[in-house]
């Protein structure tokens, strides 16, 4: 049996409040909102009651914002493609943000199970005055439960329209990809944070957001498979190659930090799924 789920996401400022509201089909569920640091940010977790996506398997998640509301969403767990008999699972994300609107979209990983044929979508449509931070962590295979990634396909899209486009196809038998220096170089967790902006941004606001960045990197283990970049001035990234998850999650927490207090003056406020 496979799965077609779908669920809309609409944030909206009502009395200074960020609200949200959603509809759902099939298996997508957003839990009760949490406001851990007051009216203006309010906190959604998204979940996936099945637990993973197997061939045939769609997601379609779409999130809206306006006004001046902001949105956080996680998830409580990883997102898991499974073993895949011929089609392909699929997860879409549309990102939309009106007026003066902020989303923060901040998953768990997802893992691509050996044998999967995977999709993973994003993309971002911002208005002239919105802006997005988010990032995408993929974990190839279970190395330290000895479950490798050694047959399977993922396609991952991140895309910000007109602006910044990342599509790469992951194929577990392109040893050169996988294995080779210029490619994976065995690592197998790669990790992405963007801050994205409906216009471009200040030189002086992304010189200083970079600096943060490579500040962070150079003080990390990773700081030779890491790196932040602006390649388009409404665009900032930092991107990663770990062995694990574990210290990838936690230098893209460090920079969100900083990320965090310089565009928006907010402080580290951590979704509270997260501690438990």
């Keep these: 049996m496979t799965w077609h789920a779908q669920l809309d996401i609409n944030y909206s400022q009502e009395q200074q409040r960020s609200v949200a509201r959603h509809t759902h089909s099939g298996p997508l569920r957003l839990l009760q909102s949490l406001y851990p640091e007051g009216h203006a940010v309010c906190h959604n977790v998204l979940v996936h009651p099945p637990g993973g996506l197997v061939g045939g398997d769609t997601l379609d998640i779409t999130v809206a914002a306006s006004g001046a509301a902001h949105g956080l969403i996680t998830t409580p767990g990883a997102t898991r493609f499974y073993r895949s008999a011929g089609e392909p699972a699929v997860q879409r994300t549309q990102i939309t943000l009106r007026d003066q609107a902020r989303l923060e979209w901040l998953p768990l990983e997802t893992i691509a199970y050996n044998q999967c044929l995977a999709e993973n979508h994003l993309t971002l449509n911002l208005a002239p005055q919105a802006e997005c931070m988010g990032w995408d962590i993929t974990a190839l295979g279970l190395p330290a439960a000895d479950l490798p990634f050694t047959q399977g396909r993922l396609l991952q899209h991140l895309e910000l329209p007109?602006?910044?486009?990342?599509?790469?196809?992951?194929?577990?038998?392109?040893?050169?990809?996988?294995?080779?220096?210029?490619?994976?170089?065995?690592?197998?967790?790669?990790?992405?944070?963007?801050?994205?902006?409906?216009?471009?941004?200040?030189?002086?606001?992304?010189?200083?957001?970079?600096?943060?960045?490579?500040?962070?990197?150079?003080?990390?283990?990773?700081?030779?498979?890491?790196?932040?970049?602006?390649?388009?001035?409404?665009?900032?990234?930092?991107?990663?190659?770990?062995?694990?998850?574990?210290?990838?999650?936690?230098?893209?927490?460090?920079v969100w930090v900083n990320w965090r207090a310089h565009f928006w003056g907010l402080p580290a406020t951590l979704p509270r799924i997260w501690s438990m």
């Design 162 to 254: 007109d602006v910044w486009l990342e599509r790469g196809l992951i194929d577990a038998s392109d040893t050169r990809l996988m294995d080779g220096p210029l490619g994976l170089a065995g690592q197998r967790c790669m990790a992405t944070l963007f801050f994205a902006a409906g216009t471009a941004l200040d030189k002086p606001r992304r010189a200083a957001a970079l600096d943060m960045a490579r500040q962070v990197l150079d003080g990390h283990a990773l700081r030779g498979t890491a790196g932040a970049t602006c390649p388009n001035p409404q665009v900032l990234v930092v991107r990663v190659l770990s062995p694990l998850v574990e210290p990838a999650v936690e230098l893209l927490r460090q």
